[in-house]
């Protein structure tokens, strides 16, 4: 049986802080955790898993999967081992492949020595076996070889995704500051939204966190939006499994009655929001409007209402931003009654203007930034006592180090 249809150590990637969102749809796919951490998942499993994990993640970055575990000291060990690897099994001698790497160690103080010689192992192993060698190069469009090196200890990677899967590529025009896709993705799950009850987006601006509500209420997957993936350059690699996998995902959109809201006194907001939702196939199960966030239109069939607003981050947004944070929270305690409040924001400062007391504070990150979800209680009538839930679904689980840190 080839290597790379025998099962295997896979390692899926996410940004930092999503590692309980990402367990819990990999737990939903029928998989089975080894272990979680703040930037990923390890499980167990083969080439054919790679593709489902691929074809359905929508928090992932990269699945990884392992090909070779060893011992190396040194850059120059680092080539004897690599050299020594049946690459000629793997790579088509016409095709090309890319190199990446996640290097901790004293030998090393720049990852790009580390990709070059990896890449000249391959290469005169292939000159070797076959007679010429694929070419090679930074694009992430053919088979991508990803190096995870910390102390003594190193493994080789299939990276069998390529291009990152945190970008699900419906959105052809980003707008101001987007969030990342898989973020957004994130964020909702975090907000524990039943689709059966409405989703409102005030200040929705590219419209992506009510664009993935409405992929997730329609059963809508990120490999929809995508076909190429560094598993598909794998010598030998079955695309049968690939096209019977992509098809399944057109069977698998069901119906949805979700009321999604989206709306922005932008007209350009709005428009970029409808192009994106729209390439996203989802552009009729959003009600797009352009208003100011107090006259957001309220569904009876009460759900959640999350905003992204603008987090100050340019001398002189303090005051503006002071005055709109304090809108917000007059717009929730006002219209908002029966529903789940949310804020997504980088500035606690600001955060603190909208005059509600937070119920449960939930850790992101958004690209560099140190954010947090706020969740308010909008009680009807007398408030309940509430219990604080956990930051995120396994709080309790022990952080160990990521092998790839994305």
Not at 141 to 165: K, Q
Not at 321 to 338: P, Q, R, W
């Amino acid at each position: 049986m080839p290597d790379h249809l025998l099962p295997a150590r896979i390692i899926v990637t996410c940004g930092k802080r999503l590692g309980p969102w990402l367990e819990q749809e990999i737990v939903a796919l029928g998989f089975k955790p080894k272990r979680t951490f703040s930037t990923g998942v390890e499980l167990r499993g083969t080439l054919a898993d790679c593709v489902q994990l691929n074809l359905k993640l929508r928090c992932a970055s990269q699945v990884l999967y392992s090909i070779q575990e060893f011992f190396v000291d040194g850059p120059e060990a680092l080539y004897t081992r690599i050299v020594r690897f049946p690459w000629e099994q793997w790579i088509a001698p016409d095709g090309y492949f890319s190199v990446t790497s996640n290097v901790h160690h004293p030998t090393i103080n720049n990852e790009l020595f580390v990709n070059v010689r990896i890449k000249d192992a391959i290469a005169d192993r292939m000159r070797q076996s076959c007679g010429r060698r694929p070419d090679s190069g930074a694009e992430l469009r053919g088979l991508v070889v990803h190096l995870y090196w910390s102390g003594d200890g190193a493994e080789l990677f299939i990276d069998t995704s390529g291009e990152t899967l945190a970008k699900h590529g419906y959105r052809k025009i980003p707008g101001k500051a987007p969030m990342l896709e898989a973020l957004a993705a994130a964020t909702v799950y975090a907000t524990k939204w039943d689709p059966s009850t409405a989703f409102l987006n005030p200040m929705c601006g590219s419209g992506t966190l009510a664009i993935e509500a409405a992929l997730i209420a329609s059963n809508r997957y990120p490999g929809l939006f995508r076909n190429n993936y560094s598993f598909l350059h794998i010598l030998g690699f079955d695309r049968s499994i690939y096209d019977a996998a992509r098809s399944a995902l057109n069977q698998s959109i069901t119906q949805s009655d979700a009321q999604v809201v989206a709306s922005d006194i932008s007209a350009d907001a709005i428009m970029i929001s409808k192009a994106n939702a729209t390439t996203a196939g989802v552009a009729e199960l959003i009600q797009f409007v352009q208003c100011p966030f107090e006259a957001t239109p309220v569904p009876e069939n009460k759900g959640v209402v999350i905003f992204n607003p603008e987090y100050g981050e340019r001398l002189g947004d303090e005051e503006r931003l002071n005055k709109t944070y304090a809108e917000i929270g007059d717009f929730l305690k006002k219209s908002m009654k029966g529903y789940r409040g949310y804020i997504f924001t980088g500035n606690m400062e600001l955060a603190k203007k909208v005059g509600l007391r937070a119920s449960r504070r939930t850790e992101f990150f958004n690209g560099t930034i140190d954010c947090r979800l706020l969740e308010y209680e909008l009680y009807e009538g007398t408030r309940r006592k509430f219990n604080p839930e956990p930051s995120a679904p396994d709080s309790q689980t022990p952080f160990r180090p990521p092998l790839p840190d994305q």
